[in-house]
Structures are given as C-alpha cells and as structure tokens.
C-alpha cells in the first residue's frame, strides 16, 4: 500500500510511503486487540482503593448491654458492620490489576489496530512536524489544513520532540506519541491517525522484529 505524503500545510509533497503490507495490512484479530487494551487499561489502574475492616475500625470496645433480656438481638460492639462508622463487609482492598500477556499477541494486537486504521482510510502520512516554538495556535493550523479539528487525533513522531508536545498539549482531542510507544489503545481511540514518515522505520523495527 502506497500513500502520499503530505507537509504540515495539508500539500502534497510529491513523493509517496509504502506501507508495510505485514503490519498495515493483516488480518485483524479482534480478541488479540480485546486482550491489549484490556492490559493497557488494566495497567493504568491505581489499585488503591481502601476500606476498613472490623479490626481496623477505632472505637470503643464496650459492650453495648447486656447479653440477655433485653428482647433484642446481641449486641456485642459499636464496630458491628451493621452500625453507622462500623467496618466494611468484604470492601476494597489495595490490588494490583496489572497482568501479562505474550509479546507476539501485543505486536498483533497493534498490528490489526494499524490495518482497521488503513482499511479506513485514516492514516495520513506527513514528512516532518517541526515547530520553533511550544505554541497551540500552530498545531491549530496544523489541524485545520487537514480539516480535523473536531476530530480526534493522534500523531506520532519519530523522536521527543518538546516544542510538539507542549504545543498539543491544551486541545482536548489531540494526542502525540513518540513511534517506540505506539499502542493498541491509542491508535483505535483516535479518529485519525498522522504518522511522520521517519516514524515509520521505527514501527517496522518493533514489530517485525522477533
């Protein structure tokens, strides 16, 4: 598969970027994509949830009356699960909800988040993005010359680039990545997909690389 390649302007350079067929044009597999995003979300989750058990609950240990003859039930502490402030039954407890999954299902994964993107038509590929200094107004323009501004997007670039990032960083819809963090999620979360020409040698050394 064969792309034009554009400037930040949204012209046509004149020149054109093969795509890998092995990475933007495979097979999805949908349960391959299901498992990584699950991981990508599952990774990001803090874990810290908390609540007090029985034991943990400070309090006054006093018996609340007397054991018989009261006509009630048994009353034993004012930290009885079943009273205001007492503990919680089978509540939260700090977790780790991470797991691991095989590489080989993550590069596929990524592989068929590429190809949904390409048989879309929605990746656009741009032969550099360069900014003299960290202003939003010039990634606005950068988005307008390819009318996405009401979209949702995601560009990826070669190498760190500061004045890029920073300059992305107040649109709501916009989001930049370097190529060597490029993931499943990202990439079916966005709309549209500019990837930097040079990014593409890195893509293809991650995940054809066995």
């Given amino acids: 598969m064969e792309l034009a390649i ?10 054109k970027a093969k795509l890998n067929a092995e990475i933007f044009s495979v097979e999805p597999n949908d349960h391959a994509i299901y498992l990584d ?4 979300l599952a ?13 943990e609950i400070h309090g006054s240990t006093r018996k609340l009356h007397k054991q018989k003859g009261t006509g009630g039930a048994r009353k034993g502490s004012i930290k009885n699960p079943l009273y205001k402030g007492g503990g ?4 939260p407890q700090p977790r780790d909800y ?17 190809s949904y993107k390409a048989q879309e038509g929605n990746i656009t590929i741009l032969d550099a993005v360069n900014f003299t200094a960290p202003k939003t107004k ?15 997007i995601l560009l990826v670039i070669p ?3 500061t004045n890029v990032f920073l300059s992305s960083r107040n649109l709501a819809n916009s989001n930049v990545i370097c190529a060597s963090e490029l993931n499943t999620y990202e990439v079916l979360d966005a709309e549209k997909l500019f990837i930097v020409e ?13």
Avoid: M, W
């Fill in 6 to 15: 554009y400037n930040i302007t949204g012209k046509e350079t004149g020149k």
């Fill in 37 to 40: 995003v699950k991981q990508f």
């Fill in 43 to 55: 990774n990001g989750r803090q874990g810290t949830s908390k609540t007090k058990q029985r034991n």
């Fill in 88 to 91: 919680r039954v089978f509540g």
């Fill in 98 to 114: 991470s797991f691991k999954l095989n590489k080989k299902l993550k590069k596929l994964a990524r592989k068929s988040a590429l």
């Fill in 138 to 152: 010039d990634f606005l323009a950068f988005l307008k010359s390819f009318d996405s501004t009401e979209k949702k």
């Fill in 159 to 161: 190498d760190n680039n």
């Fill in 198 to 210: 040079e990014s593409l040698g890195t893509i293809e050394n991650i995940l054809n690389n066995n």
